[in-house]
C-alpha cells in the first residue's frame, strides 16, 4: 500500500489526492482477514463523522465494521471490488481503495491518525 | 493458560494463523480456508484435532450405563462399531454430541467436543450412581489426526496403513510402524479416517503424513475450512447448533434417537414427546438470495415477524453461494422453498429454505 497514507488503530487509512482523499483498510487489516468474500460500500454522497461506521468487509469467519478516519462526503466508490471482493486478496491487484470522499476535516480530525511508519510499529 | 496439542509448534513452523478455541492454540489456517476448503473436497487434507476429548467407559454396567445417558440403543452396537449420539439433560436439552465406539465388551470409548469435556465428566459422574461402572478422561494422554477427503482411504492405504475399518467403524491398527486406533469418521461430509493416538507418536504421524502426501495434494487443513467443510455437510456444531435447550428433535436429529428403544434414558419423555406431537422449533438449511452472508446470532423474519435465529453461515466454497443453520418457528407453510428474511445490520435480505446437507458427497 501507498506509504504516504495515514492509518487508524482501527486499521482504515486515509491518503490524500489533490482535492479529495482515498479511503480504505490497510494491508495488515487485509492479510489478518484473509479470504475476503463480501464488502458493503455506502451510496454516493452519503455523509459521515469521523469514526462512523462507513462499511462492512467480511472475511469467510467474520464481518468486520469499517469506520471513517476523517469525516466527509463520499464522492466515488470502487465498484470494482463490490463486485470482485477478493481483488483485496490480490496481491497484484493496485486499487484496494473502497471510497473517495471530499472533506473538509481539521487539524484536530487528523492529530490521532498515524504515519504508516508509526502505524507498523503500532500493530508488531 | 492456554492448551497445545503435542503437534503445535508444527503449527506455528507451518506458518498457520493461530487462534484459541475452546481454551486450546490451535491453527486457523494455514494458507485460505479457501483454498484448504478445497484440498478437503477435492483431494485430502489432515487436521490435528487433538482437543477433542477422549472418554473410556468401562466396567459389568458400561452398557446399561450408557444406555440411559444417551437416547441411541447401544445394546445394538457391535465390538468395533460406532454410533453419533447426544447427551442430553433430563429436559431433553443437550449437554453434548458425541461419538460412542465399542472397543470390547464392557468398554467403551467416548469421542466428545473439546469445549465440553469437563461438563461431560461432570454430568456422567451425576449419573453413574448404582452403576458399576468407570468413567475415565483419557483426553490428555490421547492425540487425534483427522484424514479427510475424497484421496484420503486410498492414500493412508497406499501408507500401508494395516486394516481400513468399514464407514463408522474402528479398529486397532498401525501406519508407519506406529500402533493407533484408526475410525472411519470424520466432520467433512468427505470420506476418510480419524486416527488416535499416544501423544508421543503425534508429531511422528504428522510429519510422516505431510511427507508421504505430496503425490495426493494432502495439505494441513484449520479450523476455518473445518467450519465451513461441516457447514456444507449439515453437521452441527456444539455451542452454535446444539445447547442445552435444544433438544435432538428440534436439531433435525430424530434419525440417532430410536423409538422403539425399551430403556428409559435421561429426558425421553420429553424427547418422546416431540417425536409424537412435533416441535415448537425446527432446525432448517438457508440459501441466501440477495447479497449478504448470515451469521451466527442473525434474527430470522417472516411477514416482518422474527421467527428465529441464524445459529451457524458463511460462504460456502464449493457452492458459491451463501448458507446457513438457522432455528425458526414450526409454521406449516414454512418448507423446503419458502422464502423468508435474514436480518444483516438492520436491513431485511431474502433468503430461501433448502434441503439439508448443502453439498452431499456421499451419496455421489
Known sequence: MNESALCTKTHEYVLEQGDKYEIGITDYAIEQLGDIVFIE??????????????ATVESVKAA???????SGKVVEINEEIVNSPELLNDEAHADKWLIKVESNADQVEFADLLDYSDYKEEIE | MTKQTFIHDRHVELGAKMVDFAGW????????????????????????????????????????????????????LVDTKAVYCQLPNYNGGLIDDLIIYKLEDNKYLIVANASRIDEDINWLSRNKF?????????????????????????????????????????????????????????????????????????????????????????????????????????????????????????AGLKWSVPADKIDDYNGKSVI???????????????KMIDRGIARHGYEVFYNNEKIGVVTS??????????????????????????????SIREKLYNAEIVKKPFVDKRNK
Open chain 1, 41 to 54: 460500500l455506502p451510496e454516493v454522497n452519503a455523509e459521515f463523522t469521523k469514526n462512523e461506521v462507513f
Open chain 1, 64 to 70: 468486520s465494521e469499517i469506520y471513517m478516519p476523517i
Open chain 2, 25 to 76: 492454540h490451535m491453527p486457523v489456517q494455514y494458507t485460505t480456508i479457501f483454498e484448504e476448503h478445497h484440498t478437503v473436497r477435492n483431494s485430502v487434507g489432515i487436521f490435528d484435532v487433538s482437543h477433542m476429548g477422549e472418554i473410556i467407559v468401562k466396567g459389568p454396567d458400561a452398557l446399561k450405563f450408557l444406555n440411559k445417558v444417551v437416547p441411541q440403543d447401544i445394546s445394538k
Open chain 2, 130 to 250: 448404582g452403576y458399576n461402572v468407570e468413567i475415565i478422561d483419557e483426553s490428555h494422554n490421547y492425540s487425534m489426526i483427522a484424514i479427510q477427503g475424497p484421496k484420503a482411504c486410498e492414500y493412508v492405504q497406499a501408507q500401508g496403513i494395516s486394516s481400513l475399518p468399514r464407514f463408522f467403524s474402528i479398529e486397532k491398527g498401525s501406519i508407519f510402524g506406529i500402533e493407533l486406533w484408526i475410525s472411519r469418521t470424520g466432520y467433512t461430509g468427505e470420506d476418510g479416517v480419524e486416527l488416535i493416538m499416544k501423544n508421543e507418536y503425534a508429531v511422528k504421524v504428522w510429519d510422516k503424513l505431510l511427507e508421504t502426501g505430496t503425490a495426493y495434494g494432502l495439505k494441513p487443513i484449520g479450523l476455518g475450512a473445518r467450519d465451513t467443510l461441516r457447514l456444507e455437510a449439515a453437521l452441527h456444531l456444539y455451542g452454535n447448533d446444539l445447547d442445552e435447550n435444544t433438544t435432538p428433535i428440534e
Open chain 2, 272 to 286: 418422546m414427546n416431540q417425536i409424537k406431537n412435533g416441535v415448537k422449533k425446527k432446525l432448517i438449511g438457508l
Open chain 2, 313 to 342: 453461515g458463511s460462504p460456502s466454497p464449493t457452492r458459491g453461494d451463501n448458507i446457513a443453520l438457522a432455528y425458526i418457528k414450526n409454521l406449516d407453510n414454512l418448507t423446503v422453498g419458502s422464502t423468508i428474511q435474514v
